[in-house]
């Protein structure tokens, strides 16, 4: 393929993702690369590493953004070259970038790098983690570089904007620009006092001032100091408005802080520290968290808008406010302990004042489980790393037990203790880890990277639960944190984790995975290519929000038949997704990333009693009867995953049949799915592949619930250049599987013969040729279908 080499690069387009497959690319001998440009970045490029290569050339002068963000992707490795292919100079590198929220884990990310216009910089991609003999982490990607023009002064140029400098220009691109077109001489000559105040209206920098405060905690710089939980009455009358606006990142009305009144925390323990004005205030509020750092005297009033942790205008339907309207306000941060946290309490609409009180609940420091078993590796030691080790080493973790461990930290490593489990049937596994530092748990499946089953964060108890199928399974325990928390740091190093396991009351949903375990000699394939270019569809979807919203119950469907229907199918292979909405950490901007949770969904294989066109379920008076069904799991991020018939199902009987996705509905209004708060920006999604635009479509939807049509209609996906189809093929076998059902009265092929057919039996009742409940071949579904079914109860022999 073209970009398995540097002479052949494809060309990037800027603010366009490019799609790339170091799987199935070589390897590049020269240049060698190393990490002189980006120590400490987890490159880890061995010279076994499978890369491929792009190129871009800047139509002018400025900065350039280089990121491989996509969900579903794998730990990307990144090196940015100027000169040619025969000669290549390194200018930039990234292992992991510093924030990949949002993106798979260890997206890589070169940011603002200086460029010139008209020079050609290739792009060189590989994976992490090879050995000199093992290649390193290959897969699936894209690539996007976004491009800033820059005036000439301002590129590669130092110095805060807001702070007078020797050398002209200021780090801020954009700032340095808008300020040199006032003044040419900030950029040509120094950065002076001149230049910063024109900086700080037209940059919007803050300047902190309390002018009359009119309360004894009118002022950011005079709060009330809180010590315990409780309510603590205020008044903001005649108050002053002395806090910087909030931005965009409180979803609010507007960005006015007004008549705000101020609280301090000074945290003794690590934790949720959460803050509500719920139905004690009789006004519009806003709340906000700054962090003020570990010398709350030596802070810079001035940098307030940047350290804001969170904030919030409008809390939830129950959260009102004295008058009985929701808009009163709640808060949740995490908190370090040794760090002081201010609060800000303000109003909505200027002027609209009064009195109530405001709840504090703060975090209280941690007392540990007593422990049954002690980990096996001393602090300050790397004997159960895991996947993050060269040989993966995994400490063994029964159910029932607690553990005694300890973990450490510095700014740029962390202790990552990995622990393995066992099932022998299906199993609601929780894991409740507490620690005095503020601490992540992961349970994971037993691959390396592994799906994220369940995840915690924050507070003392972390507490993770996940209904498992029998298998292996692997949690993890780290600090949150890179902060300085060496070894004989006394109770910030020590955790209690404890791991039970019940069995659930309904069988757990398979985890999807991209691997067929049994695979037939047979393939059908109903999509021109299954290769997932990053690009998805949703259906009775909210907008775009940052950590809420929702989509609704909806299906997805291709359908297969005559020359494309195996006999008999082993796994069936598809497009799906598991998002979340969240603001970048960069931009602001609201966009769809991996979903840090699994989201559970249903595979239904069903039969189309008409051929044609599907149009819905034979319940609901349409034209497709069920076949078989298979509750899953989704893992976050895209995937071309995999359902696994063992043993495989026969349907050589069949001419038409229909796969579909179904996703539940993950709103506010209904009762939320295993592990999946509502309205929290979780979203089941169908990944596409991008193909010939000429190509028809391939994917149907449906709304379940009303949102849309109840009918199926086919979806027309298209990007400026594709055409976008849903990814899905089926495996097995073309030749005969022996024959009909040996039970016919099994209606969903599950081997027993129970309720569940009964009532897909009831709902085909009346005329219907052709179709699976009509178990007397009649051509309807009545008494003597009734009867046979009956007859058959329990399980088939």
Not at 39 to 61: E, R
Not at 62 to 70: K, V
Not at 339 to 349: A, E, M
Not at 678 to 706: C, E, F, I, M, Q
């Amino acid at each position: 393929m073209a970009q398995d080499e540097c002479a052949s690069a494809p060309t990037l387009v800027t603010g366009v993702g490019s799609a790339f497959n170091t799987a199935t690319a070589t390897v590049t001998a020269l240049p060698a690369v190393t990490d002189a440009l980006c120590a400490g970045t987890y490159l880890n490029w061995v010279a076994t590493q499978k890369d491929v290569w792009f190129q871009w050339s800047p139509t002018a002068n400025g900065t350039a953004d280089f990121s491989t963000c996509l969900a579903g992707s794998y730990d990307t490795s990144i090196v940015i070259y100027s000169g040619t292919c025969a000669a290549l100079t390194p200018v930039a590198c990234n292992g992991d970038a510093t924030d990949s929220t949002g993106c798979q884990p260890f997206s890589s990310l070169v940011s603002q790098l200086p460029v010139a216009a008209g020079t050609t910089y290739y792009v060189r991609i590989g994976g992490y983690g090879g050995t000199p003999t093992t290649e390193g982490a290959t897969g699936t990607g894209a690539i996007t570089v976004t491009f800033t023009a820059g005036v000439d002064g301002c590129i590669g140029a130092t110095g805060a904007c807001d702070v007078a400098h020797a050398t002209p220009g200021c780090a801020t691109a954009s700032c340095c620009a808008a300020v040199c077109s006032f003044s040419p001489d900030c950029c040509a000559i120094v950065w002076d006092q001149a230049c910063v105040d024109i900086a700080i209206p037209t940059c919007g920098y803050f300047v902190y001032a309390c002018t009359a405060p009119a309360q004894p905690n009118d002022c950011a710089t005079s709060p009330r100091l809180i010590t315990a939980d409780g309510s603590v009455a205020f008044s903001n009358v005649g108050a002053n408005s002395d806090g910087p606006g909030y931005g965009d990142s409180c979803n609010s009305g507007n960005n006015e802080s007004n008549n705000d009144v101020w609280y301090r925390l000074n945290a003794v323990a690590n934790g949720d520290f959460s803050i509500n004005t719920c139905g004690t205030v009789p006004f519009d509020s806003k709340l906000a968290v700054y962090d003020l750092g570990t010398s709350p005297s030596t802070f810079n009033y001035n940098t307030l808008p940047d350290v804001l942790v969170n904030c919030n205008d409008d809390g939830s339907a129950t959260c009102l406010t004295t008058g009985g309207v929701a808009f009163a306000s709640e808060l949740s941060v995490t908190v370090s302990a040794g760090r002081s946290y201010l609060v800000c309490l303000s109003t909505f609409t200027n002027g609209e004042t009064g009195a109530g009180t405001i709840q504090f609940n703060i975090p209280e420091p941690c007392v540990l489980t007593p422990a049954t078993v002690a980990e096996a590796e001393p602090c300050g030691q790397d004997l159960n790393g895991g996947c993050n080790m060269t040989t993966p080493v995994f400490e063994p973790i029964a159910l029932g037990a607690i553990v005694e461990g300890t973990f450490w930290s510095s700014t740029t490593n962390r202790d990552t203790d990995w622990y393995q489990f066992s099932i022998p049937s299906d199993r609601s596994v929780t894991v409740n880890l507490r620690s005095a530092s503020l601490a992540q748990l992961f349970i994971l499946s037993d691959a390396c990277p592994g799906a994220t089953l369940g995840t915690g964060s924050g507070s003392c108890p972390t507490v993770t639960t996940a209904c498992l199928t029998p298998g292996t399974y692997r949690v993890v325990v780290l600090p949150s944190l890179f902060v300085t928390n060496p070894c004989n740091s006394g109770a910030l190093n020590n955790y209690s984790l404890q791991l039970t396991g019940v069995i659930p009351t309904t069988a757990c949903p398979v985890l999807m995975d991209s691997t067929c375990q049994q695979p037939g000699p047979d393939t059908v394939t109903g999509s021109a290519s299954t290769v997932l270019s990053g690009n998805f569809g949703q259906y009775c979807a909210t907008a775009c929000a940052n950590g809420t919203g929702y989509t609704t119950n909806n299906q997805w469907a291709a359908v297969f038949s005559g020359a494309s229907l195996p006999k008999q199918i082993s796994c069936i292979n598809l497009g799906v997704g598991a998002m979340r909405s969240l603001n970048s950490t960069t931009t602001g901007v609201c966009g769809y990333y991996a979903s840090d949770l699994p989201i559970g969904a249903q595979l239904i294989l069903y039969r189309d009693i008409n051929g044609g066109a599907p149009t819905a379920p034979v319940s609901e008076g349409g034209d497709l009867e069920v076949i078989v069904t298979r509750d899953v799991s989704l893992p976050g991020g895209l995937l071309f995953g995999n359902v696994e018939f063992d043993p495989p199902l026969c349907i050589e009987n069949e001419t038409n049949v229909v796969v579909c996705m179904s996703y539940y509905n993950l709103g506010p209004t209904v009762p939320a799915i295993a592990g999946v708060p509502g309205n929290s920006g979780y979203r089941t999604v169908v990944a596409l592949t991008a193909v010939d635009p000429a190509l028809p479509s391939n994917v149907y939807s449906r709304a379940v619930d009303g949102c849309a049509l109840t009918t199926y209609s086919l979806r027309n996906y298209a990007t400026a250049t594709n055409r976008l189809q849903w990814p899905i093929e089926l495996n097995g076998q073309l030749a005969s599987c022996g024959g009909g059902s040996a039970c016919p009265a099994d209606q969903n092929n599950d081997g027993v013969v129970n309720g569940a057919d009964l009532g897909l039996l009831l709902g085909a009742w009346g005329p219907c040729p052709n179709c699976r409940a009509d178990i007397n071949i009649d051509g309807v579904v009545n008494g003597a279908d009734l009867g046979l079914l009956l007859g058959a109860w329990g399980p088939c022999i």
